[in-house]
């Protein structure tokens, strides 16, 4: 069958070719942007334009790894703010997720809770600092829980926009089938919501660490925040330097493991840029 010539002007669309890419191949990618700055810290130093006072070395900064290892305070500092940051993101997924479901799947929810959850997620979470000192002191129990204030409202704005994104056809086929309200919810709302709970789940975590670090500026005596603050006291730019790493090592480390969990609960996506 012979192919009709296009019409005057015009050209035969071409479909675009997507040449795929593997992963060590993306991995190398991903790696050029840390290894830059490494390599612009490095020659910053080497040359003078950084002093000491202003921020070490990345050959000081090992060694201050070395020597906080060795001692032994970087693995207490680390137990004690991952215990803190993952109670408090634990008490905030879960209350953003019963609060996001209940919203987003009952008119009631929506009616009563949503409008004062829409006005508390404005405040700022760092305002509730001195607040939270007055209620619960400067004991674990403010650090926690202002950590799971941060936390909390990502996760409820993910689920309820995932919730109320459902197919209603599909919940009225079940529900005519005989599927109770729980059922509903468990398996057909929550999976149709898992790209939506996965976002909040990336945003909950990483806001976790920076609550962490807003968190442990309340008269802590343990933790990396403390570590900052001694360091600070004696001016050890290198220990401040391990400490900020140690920040952004946790928040690369919650955006890996969200990534690794969108691999395994939805397969069929292809990753964004892939392919392009």
Not at 17 to 36: D, F, K, M, N
Not at 125 to 149: C, D, H, Q, Y
Not at 185 to 204: C, D
Not at 226 to 244: E, K, N, W
């Amino acid at each position: 069958m012979s192919e009709t010539a296009p019409p005057p002007g015009l050209v035969r669309p071409q479909p675009r070719r997507y040449r795929a890419r593997g992963r060590a191949h993306s991995a190398t990618v991903r790696a050029l942007g840390p290894i830059a700055l490494l390599t612009l810290w490095w020659a910053a130093s080497a040359t003078g334009l950084l002093t000491p006072d202003v921020l070490a070395s990345p050959a000081e900064v090992l060694r201050a790894v070395g020597e906080l290892w060795g001692n032994g305070q970087l693995p207490d500092a680390l137990t004690t703010s991952l215990t803190r940051s993952g109670l408090g993101l634990l008490i905030g997924l879960t209350a953003g997720l019963t609060l996001g479901v209940t919203t987003g799947f009952t008119r009631l929810g929506d009616e009563l809770l949503d409008s004062s959850i829409q006005t508390l997620r404005t405040i700022p979470f760092l305002s509730l600092v001195p607040l939270f000192m007055v209620w619960f002191g400067i004991n674990e129990t403010a650090k926690i829980l202002l950590i799971a204030v941060a936390t909390t409202f990502p996760m409820y704005v993910s689920t309820t926009s995932g919730v109320r994104a459902t197919d209603p056809k599909l919940i009225e086929a079940m529900r005519s089938f005989g599927m109770g309200r729980l059922a509903l919810v468990r398996q057909v709302v929550l999976p149709g919501a898992l790209p939506s709970l996965l976002a909040g789940l990336r945003l909950s975590m990483t806001l976790s660490v920076i609550a962490l670090i807003a968190a442990e500026e309340i008269n802590a005596t343990a933790g990396i925040g403390y570590l900052m603050s001694q360091a600070q006291s004696y001016a050890r730019t290198d220990v401040l330097a391990v400490c900020i790493l140690v920040y952004g090592l946790l928040g690369l480390t919650a955006d890996v493991v969200v990534r690794l969990l969108e691999r395994v609960l939805m397969p069929w996506r292809t990753p964004q840029g892939a392919t392009r």
